[in-house]
């Protein structure tokens, strides 16, 4: 073990420790500007009310007909007085201590026995769920305050009466969403385990589910109790809750009315106190709501833009010009010997990315998804990009055409070029040109990546018709023909096919003729055949080899499998932590490769016929892309490391044949790893480190 | 390994799902995911389990476990049928490791209260022997003793699925049921996982049931291969037999389908791999629509898997098996 | 598709009898004698023998409710006492007064609901954005029934622009103008909560869409961004956006009780609240029973739109 390695062994656990430690939830609903505004409002509102015994107030009751309807700040009323000269500042805070009591123990109640037959019913499932669940609906077929009224109606006016009223009216709402969660966590994996691990069910909807369902609870809870306070009110305000002397905030507004266009501020000032408790309520509702969901949390509602965002001070390479006629590569050492393949030597390329960096920012860290790509595509040429997830192959791919998500995908650097054309500098009025035009798509899920509305027959006219000046007729004709390209049987009747009625198979047939559409020079496939199953996958494949052999389609193919890619690509370039740490001939990179890790990814894979053969697992973990070691990232990892693969630049040079490797100690033709690392102490025994995540990860579809 | 009893025996197991009729007396639309399976488990094997998408793999493998109960058949274990018991009786012996491992894990305990539930509610263990044995067991997957007061999302998935082997070890069970163990994982990760199973299978003598859509790493793992399509074992064989010669041609179709590198494939064979309609099942061979050595017999009655003229080590559900 | 649509509206008949289970049930759990409770201040000896004859009290519990039953379905509600009316003639009466109160206000909050959901969601932490998201905020937490003063105080007393209440002038009104007139500032009132709900979702439900694959994918096709945003991430939000003013139907349904009350708008919400305070127990039952039950209409009609919208779920 190296000093550098070490150091930073020895520094990495508090890092750890930093980020491991979720920050707790009053601190997120605090950092929440609105929410602690809201905070505090409500606890101003909520002291007044508590100390109301002991403050220096008037009796709430006493009459003085003498001294009735005083304007707002007179002597000893600074609120003024009501019809019967009560003091209004004296009961605007009894009547706020009764309505946030009647508020709050409504929602409680209706928390309580909400949630229990939501966890009950989904849970139990079956005919208790149904049965339940119809009761539930039968409530909720009639309109919300009609329920409340028709309860009312039944047991008479008054503001325990009111209480009930709006607690019934409001367990529906809590039984169905907690249902809904139950529902969806009692099929989770985890609560199989707990099955398995010999718990009963009472045992595991209180031990496995009701800690998962807290938090909807409470943001339930949280986004109701302002409502129910709202509610509460009305019925009082209708003369229906709170009955004389009694008062609270609605029945004060209500009684104001009758003098409304003498004395307006006796029904404002409570109007407004509900009003504010409300606001402040809702705002702490929308902070708790946002601290405690995990997809809010993360920042992954944020909308995804037109075009992935180009850092203004971005860097540019400054070399020679794009190449588009000459017949060099983007990189000084491509014509020399490594991007060639004998058939796309000569001719410009296509595509020739140039230290491509994408960012993706999160919170205070900034992710480096891809720190300094390089790519050259030659017409024709299919180059298949490999690595695990995390490594950034598929960030790689999706910022060719700004199709990052943004926020958080930032563009920090590099030049995209497109036949000539520096994509990172086009127009969006160009880049949409492009998009499904000279450049399309395929993506992994075909579910997921065809609009579930719309039937595919229509999803592929629109992509033509996008580009070409076609009438529909015409379009939906050469919709049909390439369905037919892509082998899809009975093509006429499969055009008003919805996605989900076609096999996984088919819909990425749907998606390859998409990409089709408009005789693109370039494919950029992101794991197309990854969610397929394996004779499925064996198709599409060959399909897809055909279609751009006959076609002269230059494919950009993302995988993490070297079996696919041989079966696919002429050239290709492996990732690792952003960056490409090898390339060069397909044949070439399998049997004999010059990067360590490259060897050790072919080596981990079983591989069929050779059933004897040890498994070489890599050991440890690649490092995560917001604290990139110096020197090589793989390093750590590495079973040839020494003390200079620590230090400094490591360039991507020509080694041997067609290949070109970021390495300072390659291997020979057919050397063999040695000290190939599956001892316990390196699986085990290396510090924990998080895994590098970003949307990026998650885009890719990698863990499902 | 043939003469030995066998530890569990699955007899013309099956499992539909749907059927009845609605409250207007119409049929409701009924799915066979397993239609009819025996297999024998051998003690000390590894039976790999392959088939694609919608084969009824994970099915059988729920129902081996007792997370789901089967419509007819039998789950014999050391000769006692355990089909109906449920799942409290089959997990004592009968353990099960999770395709996705960060979902196996309940987000909101410590490592040690999951670990420490099949050893509290299957085995009844006071503090102390649990103590000393969660202390073996996390040594035993390679995780570090202070890992236990953790939290799953603070794991990698390679981590999080050796702390759901060690769930699954830790009620001692006989037979451990692994369903696509390492598909959710990184290929560089999936290694790991492998052989650290492969060395507990050793240490502890267990029995494997291992399901997988990769034929690659069934192949590397497997002593026995049972390939399944839509809802029956097709083919079944000593893993280097099946992978060697394939009797069934869609074992065959399988097998010539998987991806190997430096393996260039011959041209489009024009399979769509399109699957019979689950609610409408045809009465003869389900491959029948794909298979390039259909005849009218197949369309017509479901072949029984028998053996074939490999001897009785090697059965095939085929009226034409392919040649040696 | 009629076969959806079919069993949608069998799917509805269980809750519409359910419904009047309910809503017959009323009586059923009024403390005390129930025609003596019901009559009230009017409960003369013969009015409590009349009535007893008319509910069947001496009949077992399933055949009064068929005697009710059998009454309501040929348009026999009963009689209110308060009023010594038939309880249909009320009930319709007031009913078509709710309707278009309702209707106005679920119009108004759907069509701004909508469009500041969008504007919202594709204008993200924009300044419109922020706008948008402050005034749902205060139409979320602003009692209806205050709000109202608040605009009969300006709108009516102040600048003297709109009535303050009713629902015709009471000299020459009655013409459309002059309902439409009256219809304004209720209907405002009634629409800002529902409208801030649908916004609310709305911007869910189109940032939800937003990040989903299929976008990427029309984004990948090189369709504009309008039409991207327009028919493929609305029409999805859409989806999930129709059962939410279904929902919301309920609500304004209801909330027209406060509206009515403070406007004096003559719908059947302000008469159920006399009737709850005159204990003229018929005349809410008769009410509640109107108003529910095209409520389950309604949101029949928003079920059989989603079926329409997204064949999934046929």
């Known amino acids: ?704 | 390994m043939s003469a030995a009893a066998p530890l569990i025996e699955i007899r013309e197991l099956a499992r539909t799902f749907g059927g009845g009729r609605t409250i207007f007396g119409t049929k409701k639309p009924q799915l066979t995911a397993v239609r009819g399976v025996s297999i024998d488990l051998v003690q000390g094997e590894t039976l790999g389990i392959v088939g694609e998408s919608g084969c009824g793999k994970s099915t059988l493998a729920r129902m081996l476990v007792g997370l789901d109960r089967p419509t007819s058949g039998e789950i014999r274990l050391s000769g006692e049928d355990l089909s109906a018991s449920g799942t409290k009786a089959l997990a004592r012996r009968v353990q099960y490791v999770f395709q996705d491992p960060v979902s196996s894990l309940n987000p909101r305990q410590t490592i040690r209260e999951i670990l420490e539930a099949p050893m509290r509610h299957l085995l009844g263990l006071g503090r102390a022997e649990r103590e000393a044995r969660l202390a073996k067991l996390i040594d035993d997957v390679n995780l570090r003793p202070e890992f236990l007061e953790r939290y799953p999302h603070e794991f990698s998935g390679g981590q999080a699925q050796r702390i759901g082997i060690a769930r699954a070890l830790a009620a001692e069970p006989d037979v451990v049921v692994l369903d696509e163990p390492v598909s959710a994982l990184d290929v560089s990760v999936q290694a790991q996982v492998l052989n650290l199973l492969d060395r507990l299978k050793r240490e502890r003598g267990l029995t494997y049931v291992f399901i997988s859509h990769d034929l690659a790493v069934v192949e590397s793992v497997a002593t026995r291969v049972a390939v399944m399509y839509f809802g029956a074992v097709v083919e079944e064989a000593l893993a280097r037999a099946m992978f060697r010669a394939p009797l069934h041609p869609y074992t065959k179709l399988l097998i010539d389908s998987a991806p190997v590198p430096n393996r260039k494939r011959e041209r489009l064979a024009g399979d769509t791999g399109e699957l019979p309609d689950p609610y409408d099942p045809p009465p003869g061979c389900p491959f029948a629509a794909r298979c390039p050595r259909v005849e009218a017999d197949c369309r017509e009655a479901m072949p029984p898997l028998e053996a074939k003229e490999r001897g009785e080590g090697h059965r095939a559900a085929c009226f034409y098996p392919l040649a040696a | 598709m009629t076969a959806t649509i079919a069993k949608r509206l069998l799917a509805a008949i269980p809750v519409l009898f359910g419904l009047s289970v309910v809503v017959f049930g009323m009586i059923a759990l009024i403390p005390g004698d129930p025609a003596t409770a019901i009559l009230g201040s009017y409960a003369t000896p013969e009015n409590v023998a009349r009535l007893n004859a008319a509910l069947g009290l001496d009949k077992s519990l399933p055949q009064q409710y068929l005697a009710w039953m059998s009454g309501v379905v040929t348009g026999d509600f009963g009689r209110s006492y308060a009023l010594n009316r038939p309880i249909i003639d009320i009930v319709l009466e007031r009913f078509s007064a709710t309707l278009l109160l309702a209707g106005a206000s679920l119009l108004l909050a759907t069509l701004f609901g909508l469009l500041a959901g969008i504007v919202s969601a594709v204008r993200q932490f924009g300044l419109a954005d922020k706008a948008i998201t402050l005034v749902v905020l205060i139409g979320i937490s602003v009692p209806s029934f205050w709000l109202g003063l608040l605009l009969i105080l300006f709108f009516a007393v102040k600048i003297r622009l709109f009535p303050a209440s009713g629902m015709v002038a009471i000299y020459g009104g009655g013409g459309p103008l002059d309902i439409l007139h009256h219809l304004v500032l209720p209907a405002i009132t009634l629409a800002l909560v529902a409208t801030g709900v649908i916004a609310r979702l709305t911007r869910t439900a189109m940032l939800e869409v937003l990040r989903q694959d299929y976008i990427r994918t029309a984004r990948a096709k090189g369709l504009t961004e309008r039409r991207v945003i327009y028919r493929h991430a609305f029409m999805a939000a859409l989806v999930s956006v129709i059962p939410v003013i279904g929902i919301q139907a309920g609500f304004v349904l209801g909330g027209a009780v406060y509206v009515e009350t403070v406007f004096q708008w003559p719908g059947i919400g302000a008469m159920l609240v006399d009737a709850i305070s005159q204990r003229d127990i018929l005349l809410v039952q008769g009410g509640v029973l109107v108003v529910a039950a095209s409520y389950v209409l309604f949101n029949l009609l928003a079920d059989v739109c989603q079926t329409l919208l997204d064949p999934r779920l046929k």
């Open chain 1, 1 to 704: 073990m190296t000093g550098a390695a070490a150091a930073t062994q020895s520094a990495a656990p508090s890092q750890q420790r930093q980020r491991r430690e979720r920050p707790s939830t009053l601190a997120l609903i605090l950092n929440n500007r609105l929410a602690a505004v809201g905070l505090g409002i409500l606890a101003v509102v909520v002291l007044a009310a508590l100390a109301a015994p002991i403050l220096p107030l008037a009796d709430p009751d006493a009459t003085d007909p003498a001294n009735r309807l005083a304007p707002l700040f007179s002597a000893g009323h600074l609120l003024g007085t009501d019809a019967l000269g009560r003091d209004m500042l004296s009961r605007l805070i009894w009547g706020t201590r009764v309505s946030l009591l009647v508020g709050f123990s409504a929602s409680l109640i209706a928390a309580f026995f909400g949630s229990a037959i939501g966890l009950v019913a989904g849970y139990a499932g079956g005919r208790a769920d149904q049965v339940l669940m119809r009761l539930i609906d039968l409530m909720m077929a009639f309109p919300y305050i009609l329920l409340a009224l028709a309860i009312v109606a039944i047991l008479g006016p008054g503001l325990i009466n009111a209480l009930y009223a709006i607690a019934i009216v409001n367990v529906p709402f809590f039984a169905r969403n907690i249902r809904g969660i139950t529902v969806g966590l009692a099929r989770r994996e985890f609560v199989d385990a707990a099955r398995l691990s010999g718990k009963g069910p009472l045992r595991i909807l209180w031990s496995d589910i009701m800690p998962n369902v807290l938090p909807t609870i409470v943001i339930t809870l949280s986004t109701t109790v302002g409502w129910m306070i709202l509610e509460t009110a009305g019925l009082s305000f209708l003369g229906l809750g709170a009955q004389p002397p009694q008062a609270d905030l609605g029945s004060m507004l209500g009684d104001g009315r009758k003098v409304m266009f003498t004395a307006p501020t006796i029904s404002l000032v409570p109007g407004l106190m509900i009003f504010l408790i409300v606001v402040s309520i809702n705002l702490i509702g929308d902070g708790i709501r946002d601290a405690l969901d995990p997809r809010l949390r993360s920042g992954a509602l944020a909308r995804p833009s037109f075009r992935t965002r180009m850092a203004k001070d971005r860097r540019r390479p400054q070399e020679e010009p794009i190449p588009a006629d000459t017949s060099g590569g983007g990189h000084p050492g491509a014509d020399r010997a490594g991007w060639n393949n004998e058939d796309h030597r000569d001719e410009a390329p296509i595509l020739a990315v140039r230290d491509l960096r994408t960012d993706f920012h999160m919170g205070s860290e900034i992710y480096h998804a891809t720190g300094g790509v390089d790519l050259v595509i030659r017409p024709g040429e299919c180059l298949g990009l490999v690595g695990e997830s995390g490594s950034g192959k598929s960030v790689t791919a999706m910022s060719i055409m700004g199709l990052v998500p943004s926020p958080p995908g930032v563009i920090a650097g590099g030049r995209i070029g497109f036949k000539g054309e520096d994509l990172a500098e086009a127009s969006d009025r160009r880049i949409r040109q492009l998009r499904g035009g000279a450049v399309s798509h395929v993506f992994q899920d075909p579910l997921a990546t065809l609009h579930p509305l719309f039937c595919v027959g229509d999803q592929i006219v629109e992509a033509i018709r996008a580009h070409q000046p076609l009438s529909r007729r015409d379009a939906e004709t050469k919709a049909r023909e390439l369905l037919d390209l892509v082998r899809i049987p009975n093509a006429a009747q499969r055009m008003k096919a919805l996605p989900h009625e076609l096999s996984g198979g088919l819909r990425q047939r749907v998606s390859i003729a998409m990409a089709l559409a408009n005789d693109p020079e370039l494919i950029i496939a992101d794991e197309p055949t990854t969610a397929l199953d394996v004779t499925v996958q064996a198709e599409v494949l060959r399909l897809l080899d055909e279609l751009r052999r006959e076609r002269n389609t230059a494919v950009l193919f993302i995988t993490h499998d070297f079996g696919v890619v041989s079966e696919i690509a002429d050239r290709v370039a492996v990732m690792y932590a952003g960056r490409i740490v090898e390339t060069g001939r397909t044949e070439e990179i399998l049997t004999q490769p010059a990067h360590p890790y490259t060897r050790m990814l072919i080596d981990c894979v079983p591989v069929m016929g050779e059933p004897e053969r040890r498994l070489d697992a890599v050991p440890g973990r690649p490092p995560a892309v917001n604290r990139l070691p110096p020197g090589c990232a793989f390093a750590d990892r590495c079973p040839r490391v020494e003390a200079d693969c620590r230090t400094g630049e490591i360039p991507l040079e020509d080694k041997r044949g067609s290949l070109q490797a970021r390495c300072l100690h390659p291997l020979s033709p057919g050397e063999a790893l040695s000290g190939g690392a599956t001892s316990k102490g390196s699986q085990g025994g290396k510090p924990h480190r998080p895994e590098p995540r970003y949307p990026g990860a998650h885009a890719q579809g990698t863990s499902p």
